[in-house]
């Protein structure tokens, strides 16, 4: 069935749904989860109170899908920022650098991704947890093996690589903002060339 804007009730909902993406993204982008109320997201989607419970089973469930949505893009436009044809540790560089651009030039992507999630509830961390490991995936299939005889695991490290850098980017919005975009990806090559040092010493160099 069709109402006089020629769409279906299944459109109507997701466009109802995509506007309350829209208005996550954005209050929790600024003002944070936590002080966001249902009825400030109805509001800044100018939809009706009953529409929220239609999308989402809660406030997490919402917070969740803005991540995913956030990350996605995000993780697509750093991606892409990497040439192929680069050696390790500039494909490295190139993936640091688009992030923090990303960062700095997103401040709601920044604060959702990096901020908002922490301690949120478990399936927000969930969510969190599965979009570290795209990042720890697209970092292990650029990773030489580790040298046999050291007994590491390439995934494993390529994890650890990226929560550490995480972590910088972490720090670098919540307590050091006086640092600029250069000098944090500084920081965090500082710490991927160590570990690049330790584990591929000799691929690497």
Request: aromatic letters at 6%.
């Amino acid at each position: 069935m069709r109402d006089y804007g020629g769409k279906t009730a299944e459109q109507r909902r997701a466009e109802r749904r995509a506007r309350l993406l829209d208005a996550g993204f954005a209050l929790f982008g600024t003002q944070g989860y936590a002080a966001t109320s249902v009825r400030a997201l109805l509001r800044e989607a100018g939809l009706q109170d009953r529409y929220f419970a239609e999308s989402f089973a809660g406030m997490e469930e919402l917070l969740a899908e803005v991540y995913d949505k956030a990350h996605e893009a995000a993780f697509e436009e750093i991606i892409d920022a990497v040439d192929p044809g680069a050696t390790l540790v500039e494909r490295l560089h190139q993936m640091v650098e688009a992030n923090a651009r990303k960062l700095e030039t997103d401040p709601r992507y920044a604060r959702v991704a990096l901020i908002e999630v922490l301690g949120a509830g478990p399936l927000v961390e969930k969510h969190r947890q599965r979009g570290l490991r795209q990042y720890a995936d697209a970092v292990a299939s650029v990773l030489p093996q580790p040298q046999p005889q050291r007994g590491l695991d390439r995934t494993v490290v390529a994890r650890a690589l990226v929560a550490g850098v995480n972590g910088v980017f972490t720090d670098w919005l919540t307590n050091s903002p006086s640092l600029t975009r250069e000098q944090i990806v500084e920081h965090a090559m500082l710490l991927v060339r160590g570990v690049l040092r330790e584990t591929f010493e000799a691929s690497v160099g």
